[in-house]
């Protein structure tokens, strides 16, 4: 039955080189290995760092100084999520920028989510004021205007009109109008390995009662292309080393059907 079958015999060189073969391909495949258990790592170490941050910025609070130039500076954490979770379209931070996405379907579009609340407290004392009086009653003027810089300005203007009424004065009328310049400057700055946002203004008496940013992140998208490495049989045509059936190794041309092994590194 396998009388037609060539006889093969193998000598002892042709079996150390076959056996080195081996070995040399199951090192390849185990180098292979711990390379791709070595970026699971960092990709879970990334996450895990991801998630810390997360919660130091949700404990997080408005942190507020005024710089030498007199700016007002406020900054508070940043919060980074992977666009990919099944669980961010649940997240309640989102959620509140649904007017926002919505304009926007393809979330992977969008790089950073800001949001911020602010208070004024301003005061006008002594303002320049203007009386006037007829048979009618008294008018009083009121002027204030102060400007920080083209972008950072206020004006206040109004009159009161008074009437008298015996021996007193009433209210006839009033109107007062305010007017505001406010300029922010932000920036999301990287210190130590931690995102901040920081915003600026000049404008004095401003607080900020909240201030929120959101990174979104693709870690698909980030994450290198990987080649993967693997076993295959093929049918190869080259030139080359040749051990020949009477174990001499001479280069020349060859052609041949075999059990290929290619590593990540010579894959393109």
Known sequence: MFDGLPNIKLGKSTLIFIMGALAVLLFLRQCNQIKDLKQEINQIEIVADRNYNNLLASQDSINTYILENGELVSEIRSFEFDINSKEIESKELLKRYSKVLSKNKELKKINTLISTSLSIKDSIINSSSQIEQDSNGITVNFSDDKKWDKYNWRAFNGQLRLGLNDSTYSILSSRFDFNQGISLK???????????????????GVTFTNIENINLVN???????????????????GYGINLNNNQVISTGPNIGVGLFYSPKWLRF
């Open 219 to 237: 870690d698909r998208l980030n994450a290198k292309q990987q080649k993967t490495a693997g076993f295959s049989i093929g049918f190869g045509v």
């Open 186 to 204: 932000t920036a999301i700055v990287e210190d130590s390995g931690i995102s901040m946002l920081k915003i600026t203004t000049p404008y004095s």
